[in-house]
């Protein structure tokens, strides 16, 4: 079965340093990871992938996130966080192997700069 | 440009009443989501179609129906509202399944009292 875990509810930051979302993933095959990010009242905006290749993906708004397979991680970074950055930020999966064609969701981490 | 659109957003149902929640898509996608959010649960999908023609159930389908009506149409249809049933919901498409983004609607809130 597939899964995603988001250890973290909230994530506190000040502005201009470096943030860290975690995600850790749980599959049978390959994986395909997103990340996506949800704004007060907005639907779901499409951040990064992660599919094949390189394992440091780089994505909209200046984040990226590294892809490390051995610890089953996914975690979304920028080197230098705003004000509006703070956000409900969502990892997902789609495991490859079962062919199921949908995304399975973390429970969100709450990202809040603090200016 | 579009995107995705939800039709309502808001919205409060007795208890026992039926309603229809639309979403149309203007990007030519072959798949469409509906998922629900609940506090401290993320997004779970409720049912999906992989292409037009074609439903299936996702994690929590139970007291509800869909319909795909078209390639840019993808309806979602409470027949019998419980209070169970209250929270935000969203529609989605994507090109080619689970294999590109999502790209999402602004989302539902439903209220059953």
């Known amino acids: 079965a597939q899964s995603v875990a988001q250890p973290e509810d909230q994530v506190n930051v000040a502005e201009g340093n470096p943030l860290t979302v975690k995600c850790t993933y749980s599959v049978s095959g390959n994986p395909y990871l997103f990340w996506y990010v949800q704004y007060p009242n907005r639907g779901l905006q499409f951040l990064l992938k992660?599919?094949?290749?390189?394992?440091l993906v780089k994505g909209s708004y200046g984040f990226e996130a590294e892809f490390n397979k051995s610890q089953t991680s996914f975690h979304l970074k920028k080197p230098s966080a705003l004000v509006s950055d703070s956000a409900l930020y969502f990892c997902a999966v789609r495991d490859l192997q079962t062919g199921a064609n949908n995304l399975f969701f973390g429970t969100g981490t709450r990202l809040t700069v603090i200016p | 440009n579009a995107g995705v659109t939800q039709t309502p957003k808001f919205q409060v149902l007795k208890t026992g009443q039926s309603m229809t929640l639309q979403c149309a898509q203007d990007m030519n996608h072959n798949s469409m989501y509906w998922y629900r959010q609940d506090p401290g649960m993320g997004l779970r999908l409720i049912y999906y179609?992989?292409?037009?023609?074609?439903?299936d159930k996702g994690e929590v389908p139970n007291g509800y129906n869909v319909s795909r009506l078209n390639k840019r149409e993808f309806s979602l249809r409470l027949e019998s509202a419980a209070p169970s049933q209250t929270s935000v919901y969203f529609c989605a498409s994507s090109e080619f399944g689970g294999l590109t983004e999502a790209f999402f609607g602004q989302g539902t809130r439903l209220t059953v009292v």
């Open positions: 992660y599919i094949t290749g390189d394992n």
């Open positions: 179609s992989a292409s037009e023609g074609t439903t």
